[in-house]
């Protein structure tokens, strides 16, 4: 899960997360991501299948901001 610039989450899959975000902050990343750079990682889970993965970024992209918030904050 990424914090934009504006305070706004934005959760994903990657295979290599720094390459991902580099490519985020270069503007080549999502659409949502390009007009709220720089964005910097502030939660990150490993170990699932492609198909496991996308069902945890659903998941996460449905929780409530402070839900969001709380996570970021037992990552960092």
């Known amino acids: 899960m990424l914090c934009c610039a504006d305070g706004t989450y934005y959760t994903g899959i990657a295979l290599h997360t720094a390459k991902r975000i580099s490519a985020h902050n270069a503007g080549q990343g999502a659409k949502y ?38 996570l970021a904050s037992i990552f960092s």
């Open 33 to 70: 991501t390009r007009g709220r750079r720089p964005v910097r990682l502030v939660y990150q889970e490993t170990g699932y299948s492609r198909g496991g993965a996308l069902r945890r970024e659903n998941e996460l992209k449905n929780l409530s901001r402070a839900e969001k918030i709380k």
